[in-house]
């Protein structure tokens, strides 16, 4: 709450980032680029504003069931300084869970990755209590 009283914006510190990425290192031989996820919310009314440039969609966990998807906005950061991020939203209720991962989960393939996300989303929940042990 603080950083937004500030005057913090996600979007421009994922515009930031990105150009960043670009002039330091995308002008040189060596190349870079980092999917990026950066959200915040407003605890008091559930909202959820967000940035997902290029990074593997978090998952809203309704009543024990992925309810949505918060899907990229942009592709990941570094690509290129002129593609544009857009920002999302999302409600979170009383009770919702919000999962986040990465794509480096334990240093996997990607093969594995995508069939790690899928078993996140697909495990059973009971009461609000997630078994992530045997979603892996």
């Known amino acids: 709450d603080a950083a937004r009283r500030q005057g913090f914006d996600i979007l421009c510190a994922a515009e930031a980032a990105n150009q960043y990425i670009d002039e330091h290192y995308n002008s040189r031989d060596d190349w870079m680029f980092t999917t990026f996820f950066l959200g915040t919310l407003d605890t008091v009314t559930g909202k959820v504003a967000y940035v997902n440039a290029g990074h593997i969609a978090p998952l809203l966990v309704r009543n024990g069931t992925v309810s949505r998807r918060l899907s990229p906005t942009g592709p990941a950061l570094g690509l290129d300084a002129s593609f544009v ?51 892996w």
């Not at 069939?115 to 009461?127: F, L, M, P, Y």
């Open 85 to 135: 991020i857009g920002r999302g939203a999302a409600t979170l209720l009383p009770g919702d869970t919000l999962v986040l991962y990465t794509d480096g989960l334990q240093y996997s393939s990607w093969r594995n990755i995508w069939s790690k996300a899928v078993r996140i989303e697909t495990c059973h929940c009971r009461n609000s209590k997630w078994n992530l042990g045997a979603a």
